[in-house]
């Protein structure tokens, strides 16, 4: 009973959203074409700029972001196979940089059910032993300092990947976050929520689908 004046107060940020359905969601979304519009329209994005792809797959949106911006990218994919087929698309292009591993919370190994782009290590039994990188680890190591764009759809462990740039405040250096919210991880709703009231503190909401894309665009 505790937990719904505080998700009440919450979903106060994000009213456009409370009654439609996932499916209706989703219908809307794909009404819009946002894999093709949406997810690929950034204004301020250049040749200069530093964009993070968190579950690259196949890399078919850091291929459609390159072409757009020729921009630096970094594209995280710990599935081995999808990794190998992703360095090989990019084996040409310096720009983009291709990491056999997965950005978490803190540096760990873990199983994963590789289920084409819906591999997870939250559901299922895992089948392949991948890495995860801590992110702030990662950015230190690797002297970045800002980044203009990134995607995060890694199945479940955006929630707490988010946490913990959050909470470290890595977040502020990140000028766009495109996220996709899970809703089959234990409590998505409340922890969506709260992760959405401590990220409008920084950024501001710019297009939301709940549960299918959302981006949040740095004050």
Excluded at 81 to 92: C, N, V
Excluded at 102 to 128: H, M, P, R, V, Y
Excluded at 152 to 175: C, P, R, S, V
């Amino acid at each position: 009973m505790k937990k719904i004046p505080f998700l009440n107060a919450v979903r106060a940020l994000f009213p456009n959203n409370d009654k439609k359905t996932h499916k209706q969601t989703i219908a809307s979304w794909f009404q819009t074409n946002g894999d093709e519009t949406l997810r690929l329209q950034y204004e301020n994005l250049t040749r200069e700029s530093t964009v993070f792809d968190l579950g690259g797959y196949k890399g078919q949106w850091s291929s459609d972001i390159f072409a757009r911006y020729c921009c630096e990218i970094y594209c995280f994919e710990p599935v081995r196979e999808f990794a190998a087929a992703i360095e090989e698309k990019f084996s040409r292009n310096p720009k983009i940089h291709v990491f056999p591993f997965g950005l978490a919370e803190q540096t760990k190994s873990a199983t994963i059910l590789t289920d084409a782009d819906g591999s997870s290590i939250f559901t299922g039994n895992g089948q392949e032993n991948i890495q995860l990188v801590q992110a702030a680890s990662f950015f230190k190591e690797n002297n970045i300092k800002q980044i203009d764009l990134i995607k995060i759809n890694i199945e479940g462990g955006e929630y707490d990947l988010l946490d913990h740039l959050i909470e470290n405040g890595a977040i502020t250096m990140i000028n766009n976050l495109q996220i996709q919210f899970h809703n089959f991880f234990p409590e998505a709703e409340q922890r969506m929520r709260t992760i959405q009231a401590n990220l409008s503190r920084t950024h501001r909401i710019t297009w939301q689908y709940e549960f299918v894309w959302e981006n949040w665009k740095r004050k």
